[in-house]
T-cell receptor, first 110, second 111 residues
Framework: DAGVTQSPTHLIKTRGQQVTLRCSPKSGHDTVSWYQQALGQGPQFIFQYYEEEERQRGNFPDRFSGHQFPNYSSELNVNALLLGDSALYLC?????????FGPGTRLLVL | EDQVTQSPEALRLQEGESSSLNCSYTVSGLRGLFWYRQDPGKGPEFLFTLYSAGEEKEKERLKATLTKKESFLHITAPKPEDSATYLCAVQAGGGGFKTIFGAGTRLFVKA
């Protein structure tokens, strides 16, 4: 079992640009959640996708959007990047309450 | 408002010195409480899920317990490789499918 995978591992962008992050869930998992983790803090819930629909959203602006594909993989898109968007972006997959995390994508906005 | 508070922020132990980490929570109906271990620059690694007060789970040197207001992660005879950040999270029944994390406890175990 490959576990949750994410790509890319690292990314550097400039303010105002757009970014797309990708996630493949664990085998057998149908739900994908995205989190933002700033240095020294716990992960903050962005949104969750189930059956290709956004099922719930955290307190993040509309610049953050996502998508889930029929194979359950998912993308996180962030538009008009701000310096404050620099963080570790985590994807988690699940089929019940317990979520399993990927290694994350480190995004640096300059 | 649903909230998770972890204490202490950091804990330094000698190898073999047992201790406990605390996670206090306020939620509108607990669907599940989760413990994760996170190494620097990596994604959280799942440890335990607890569902109801009185429940306990163990894995190697770790034991997690749950009451109606808090959870403890007991570490027995820790080793240097147990050094990591330990995260507590809750999923509230009234909050849909949102999972709320605490800020974590950074554990340092010295040989």
């Amino acid at each position: 079992d490959a576990g949750v995978t994410q790509s890319p591992t690292h990314l550097i962008k400039t303010r105002g640009q757009q970014v797309t992050l990708r996630c493949s869930p664990k085998s057998g998992h149908d739900t994908v959640s995205w989190y933002q983790q700033a240095l020294g803090q716990g992960p903050q819930f962005i949104f969750q996708y189930y059956e290709e629909e956004e099922r719930q959203r955290g307190n993040f602006p509309d610049r953050f959007s996502g998508h889930q594909f029929p194979n359950y993989s998912s993308e996180l898109n962030v538009n008009a990047l701000l310096l404050g968007d620099s963080a570790l972006y985590l994807c988690a997959s699940s089929f019940d309450e317990t979520q399993y995390f990927g290694p994350g994508t480190r995004l640096l906005v300059l | 408002e649903d909230q998770v508070t972890q204490s202490p922020e950091a804990l330094r132990l000698q190898e073999g010195e047992s201790s406990s980490l605390n996670c206090s929570y306020t939620v509108s109906g607990l669907r599940g409480l989760f413990w994760y271990r996170q190494d620097p620059g990596k994604g959280p690694e799942f440890l335990f899920t607890l569902y109801s007060a009185g429940e306990e789970k163990e894995k190697e040197r770790l034991k997690a317990t749950l009451t109606k207001k808090e959870s403890f992660l007991h570490i027995t005879a820790p080793k240097p490789e147990d050094s990591a950040t330990y995260l507590c999270a809750v999923q509230a029944g009234g909050g849909g499918f949102k999972t709320i994390f605490g800020a974590g406890t950074r554990l340092f175990v010295k040989a």
